[in-house]
């Protein structure tokens, strides 16, 4: 797209790491596979995080302290992977561990086909206020069913990002799962076509949430019935300039009783 101008301040900081990442703010978990916690967030303005040497989740809470989640015995999936600006991956194939004062009080069981994703990134601190932009994926993890019905599928996504000052900012975003029982796309009104139609929020100069209307193509995973399937998606944007736009999302049915989710990083 064309280039934007101007910057309006958003974001927060911490301790920087490798790579410019940041270990306290721009964290999304989502633990949508768990029923107990079902479409859990854990904020990290309010956490703190526990990176490994290749910059992947290990934990984030206080575990000596209060509270924690922890990988415990889960692996990290393929799908996981960073760059410069953000941190993507997944848990599975194991037990994740609520901790308290450094004793585990809850173990969280996760098939090979069920996973735990997190977003992790430097939130842009100097937003473009104008100007129109193509976002191609970069990095996703592998969608995830709660009930680990089905084996971890492929995720891919577009956006068109139309900035402005404040809360102005249009975000157009598609994206389509495929799982091995069939596949759902969805999208913002108006799609990456027309951005300034879409019906996601700012929350903030650099973040936004909304849900979006999904659509089944061949025998659907979920089952959408009469109501429809809907997919929220929370997200922002990361590194200078806005130079990464990354999100997660949770896809529920009419009964809301399963969900498919993922998180996806896209690059300008």
Not at 36 to 52: E, I, K, P, R, W
Not at 232 to 257: C, E, H, K, M, N
């Amino acid at each position: 797209g064309s280039s934007g101008s101007g910057s309006s301040g958003s974001g927060g900081s911490g301790t920087t790491l490798v790579s410019g990442l940041n270990q306290t703010s721009g964290l999304q978990v989502r633990v949508q596979e768990i029923p107990l916690l079902a479409d859990m967030s854990f904020v990290a303005s309010s956490s703190t995080l526990h990176l490994d040497d290749n910059l992947r989740l290990d934990a984030i809470g206080n575990c000596s302290g209060l509270a924690c989640l922890s990988r415990g015995t889960t692996r990290f999936g393929s799908d996981t992977g960073h760059d410069a600006y953000a941190s993507w991956g997944r848990w599975t194939d194991g037990d994740a561990h609520l901790r308290s004062f450094g004793v585990t009080w809850m173990r969280l069981p996760l098939s090979e086909n069920q996973g735990v994703h997190y977003l992790i990134g430097t939130p842009t601190v100097s937003m473009p206020t104008s100007g129109t932009f193509s976002y191609g994926i970069v990095g996703a993890t592998q969608p995830t069913i709660s009930d680990g019905s089905t084996a971890p599928g492929t995720f891919v996504a577009a956006a068109v990002v139309q900035f402005a000052s404040g809360l102005g900012t249009k975000v157009g975003l598609q994206g389509t799962v495929a799982m091995a029982t069939g596949t759902m796309t969805f999208a913002t009104t108006g799609g990456t076509t027309n951005p300034q139609a879409s019906n996601l929020q700012m929350t903030s100069a650099n973040t936004f949430n909304g849900q979006l209307a999904t659509q089944s193509g061949g025998a659907s995973p979920l089952s959408c019935g009469q109501a429809g399937c809907r997919t929220t998606v929370t997200g922002g944007f990361f590194g200078p300039q806005a130079a990464r736009l990354g999100f997660g999302y949770s896809i529920s049915g009419d009964t809301g009783q399963r969900t498919i989710g993922g998180v996806g990083v896209l690059s300008r």
